[in-house]
T-cell receptor, first 114, second 112 residues
């Protein structure tokens, strides 16, 4: 099946720094990618929808200046957590939609902000 | 608020038993209902999905039952195995291209 790769899988950073997480669709082109956040033992919360070549659409309550999303190509979307703080520590997951509409999820990226 | 309500929050089942997870929704525009399996530290993976035009779909040991009038759907895991121990999420969307609304998740533990 199709593969969606996230990098890095784990990242630890100091408070106040910015962190970039990449999401790549390895064997298909994804016009739409989604970014989710998941706290321990909780469900996935949709943060934003990313369409190639256009601005991301953020869900209510998600700070777009805090969580910068760029979808520069049909196979790559990036999430940058700017000026990260301990409360931003979470599991971030991306998903990519194939041309047939099927959704494939990445393996997730665990962010820990000290 | 949660647009898809999932229960139970957790369940323990013996090897060989049946695991049953239930979900309910209110939005009648939902017409795509997938189930995802997630292992700790990993992203979710699609298990099986159903559309409202059928009442049941089976793939191996996994079966979805769908009750359109009650706006409920459930996942049955037959002959549960320790390798099935994971968190299961139901979801719903308007069409398979719509944004997914996830349930809260059910942690399943299958004991040997």
């Amino acid at each position: 099946g199709a593969v969606v790769s996230q990098h890095p899988s784990r990242v630890i950073c100091k408070s106040g720094t910015s962190v970039k997480i990449e999401c790549r669709s390895l064997d298909f082109q994804a016009t739409t990618m989604f970014w989710y956040r998941q706290f321990p033992k909780q469900s996935l919360m949709l943060m934003a929808t990313s369409n190639e070549g256009s601005k991301a659409t953020y869900e209510q309550g998600v700070e777009k200046d805090k969580f910068l999303i760029n979808h520069a190509s049909l196979t790559l979307s990036t999430l940058t957590v700017t000026s990260a703080h301990p409360e931003d520590s979470s599991f971030y997951i991306c998903s990519a939609r194939s041309g047939t509409g099927e959704l494939f999820f990445g393996e997730g990226s665990r962010l820990t902000v000290l | 608020q949660q647009q898809v309500k999932q229960s139970p929050q957790s369940l323990i089942v013996q090897k060989g038993g049946i695991s049953i997870i239930n979900c309910a929704y209110e939005n009648t525009a939902f017409d795509y209902f997938p189930w995802y399996q997630q292992f700790p530290g990993k992203g979710p993976a699609l298990l099986i999905a159903i559309r409202p035009d059928v009442s049941e779909k089976k793939e191996g040991r996994f079966t979805i039952s769908f009750n359109k009038s009650a706006k409920q759907f459930s996942l049955h895991i037959m002959d549960s195995q320790p390798g099935d121990s994971a968190t299961y999420f139901c979801a719903a969307s308007e069409g398979s291209w719509g944004k997914l609304q996830f349930g809260a998740g059910t942690q399943v533990v299958v004991t040997p």
